[in-house]
C-alpha cells in the first residue's frame, strides 16, 4: 500500500517506456565479464565491457584482492576522515600519483563520486565551468551540484571553446573559470584536444579539468590522456576511474598537493560516504604497478582494436573517426540499430546498441569495447557475424 501519487508517477513513467519499447531491459551475466560471457545460458563474445585490459578477470589482481580480505577483511569500516582510512588506501593514492605524475592524489568510491565531489568541492555560484557538449552524465551532475554557471561548447570546437572563454574571462562576473573534458569521449573513441585546450586555458587563465576515464590503461602508452600529450604539469585535475582499464571499482583525482589537501577536507563523498574496500584498493593498486612495469596489455588492446577495426572497415561498416580501440558501427536509424544488435546477440555477439539520447538523433551505433583479453579467433568470430547480420539487414 504504498502512495498513489508515486503509484501513478510510475505508471505513467515506467509504462510508458515499456509500451514504447524503450525501457531498458538489463541482462544479467552469468560468468565473469571477460571477453565471452554467459547470458541466458548462451556463449556471447563480450564486445560491450571497459574491462579494456582484462584485468577485472586476472589472477594477479584476484590473489591480491584475496590476501587483502584475509589480512584487513571485507570493509574499510567507516568513512575517510574518520577511520576508514587504511595504510593500503595510502598507498594506492601514491601509486595514483606516480602513475598520473602529479604531487598527490585521492580515490573515491566511484568515478561517477569523484566527479561530484571534486567539481563542487572547487566551484561554487560566482564561478562559471566551461562543459563539452558530449562530457559524460557525472560531470554535467558535479556541475549542477556546484551551483557554477555551466557554459556548454561545441563538442571538440577550439573555436567555439575560446569564443566562450574569451566572453566569460571578459565579462567580468566570475571568480573562477574552469574548462572540463572527458579525455577520451566513449561514444566515438575520440581524443580530446588537450594542447589546443591548455593553450586557450592560459590564455584566459582559466583552470583544466581532464576526466580520463576511458583513457588511463589506454592512451598515452596506458598512462592516459594527459601524458599522451606530455601535459602532466598543465591541467590542474586529472580524473581517472579505477572501473574501467584499471578492473577494479573507485575513482581518483590526480594534482598538486594543496588541491588534493582541499578535497580531503572539502569534498563530500570523501567525508560522508565510506571509502573503498581492503579488496577494491590492493587490487587497484596492484593494477597500476602492472601499468607502470609493462606495456603488454596495452599493446594487445591495440593490436585487437586495430584488428577489429580494420575487419570491419573491410566488410564496409561505417566505423567513425575513432583515436582508440573503442569501435562504433554506426548504423543511423534508431530501430535498425537497436535490430542489428539484437540479431548480432542471437548469433552470438554482445555489443550493446547505443542511441538518442545518450547520441544524437539518426546516429545510432553498435559500440564495440575490443579488450586485451580477446583473442584473435574471437574477434575472427564476430566478425563474420557482424558480416551475417550486416548483409541479412542490408548495412553492408
Ligand atoms: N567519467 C566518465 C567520462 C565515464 O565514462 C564514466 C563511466 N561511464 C565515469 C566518469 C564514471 O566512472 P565509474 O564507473 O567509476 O563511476
Not at 568515478?111 to 564561478?127: E, H, L, P, Q, W
Not at 563538442?155 to 567580468?172: F, N, P, T, V, W
Not at 545518450?358 to 557475424?385: Q, S
Request: aromatic residues 6%.
Amino acid at each position: 500500500m504504498g502512495s498513489h501519487l508515486l503509484d501513478q508517477f510510475l505508471q505513467e513513467n515506467v509504462q510508458a517506456l515499456k509500451d514504447q519499447g524503450i525501457y531498458n531491459e538489463i541482462d544479467p551475466i552469468e560468468s565473469p565479464n571477460g571477453p565471452k560471457i554467459r547470458i541466458g545460458g548462451r556463449e556471447l563474445i563480450n564486445l560491450s565491457s571497459n574491462n579494456y585490459l582484462g584485468l577485472a578477470t586476472h589472477d594477479r589482481l584476484r590473489k591480491v584482492a584475496k590476501e587483502a580480505i584475509d589480512e584487513w577483511g571485507v570493509g574499510a569500516g567507516a568513512v575517510r576522515t574518520i577511520n576508514g582510512t587504511l595504510s593500503l588506501h595510502v598507498e594506492l593514492e601514491e601509486a595514483i600519483a606516480k602513475f598520473k605524475g602529479t604531487e598527490a592524489a585521492i580515490a573515491y568510491q566511484s568515478g561517477f563520486n569523484c566527479n561530484m565531489a571534486a567539481i563542487s568541492a572547487v566551484m561554487d555560484k560566482n564561478d562559471a565551468i566551461l562543459s563539452d557538449e558530449l562530457n559524460h552524465a557525472s560531470i554535467i551532475d558535479g556541475c549542477r551540484l556546484s551551483k557554477a554557471k555551466v557554459i556548454r561548447f561545441n563538442h571538440s570546437d577550439m573555436e567555439d571553446l575560446r569564443q566562450k572563454a574569451k566572453e566569460a574571462k571578459e565579462s567580468g562576473q566570475y571568480n573562477k573559470i574552469m574548462v572540463i573534458t572527458d579525455g577520451v569521449f566513449s561514444m566515438d573513441g575520440d581524443i580530446a584536444k588537450l594542447p589546443e585546450i591548455v593553450k586557450i586555458a592560459k590564455e584566459f587563465d582559466i583552470m583544466t579539468y581532464v576526466d580520463d576515464a576511458h583513457g588511463s590503461g589506454v592512451t598515452g602508452k596506458g598512462a592516459g590522456t594527459v601524458k599522451h600529450f606530455g601535459l602532466q604539469d598543465e591541467v590542474d585535475f586529472q580524473i581517472g576511474t579505477l572501473s574501467k582499464a584499471i578492473g577494479v571499482v573507485g575513482g581518483y583525482v590526480a594534482g598538486t598537493q594543496n588541491l588534493i589537501d582541499w578535497l580531503k577536507v572539502r569534498s563530500r563523498p570523501f567525508l560522508f560516504s565510506t571509502s573503498l574496500t581492503p579488496a577494491d584498493v590492493r587490487a587497484a593498486r596492484e593494477a597500476i604497478h602492472m601499468l607502470m612495469e609493462s606495456t603488454e596489455l596495452h599493446d594487445k588492446l591495440w593490436e585487437n582494436g586495430d584488428y577489429l577495426k580494420a575487419g570491419l572497415k573491410k566488410l564496409g561498416f561505417n566505423i567513425g573517426d575513432s583515436e582508440t580501440p573503442i569501435t562504433p558501427c554506426i548504423i543511423g536509424d534508431e530501430a535498425k540499430t537497436q535490430l542489428f544488435s539484437k540479431r548480432l546477440n542471437e548469433e552470438g555477439v554482445y555489443a550493446k546498441s547505443i542511441v538518442f539520447p545518450t547520441v544524437p538523433k539518426g546516429t545510432g551505433r553498435v559500440r564495440n569495447m575490443p579488450t586485451a583479453a580477446h583473442t584473435k579467433e574471437m574477434l575472427d568470430e564476430a566478425l563474420a557475424i557482424y558480416e551475417k547480420v550486416g548483409k541479412e539487414l542490408e548495412i553492408i
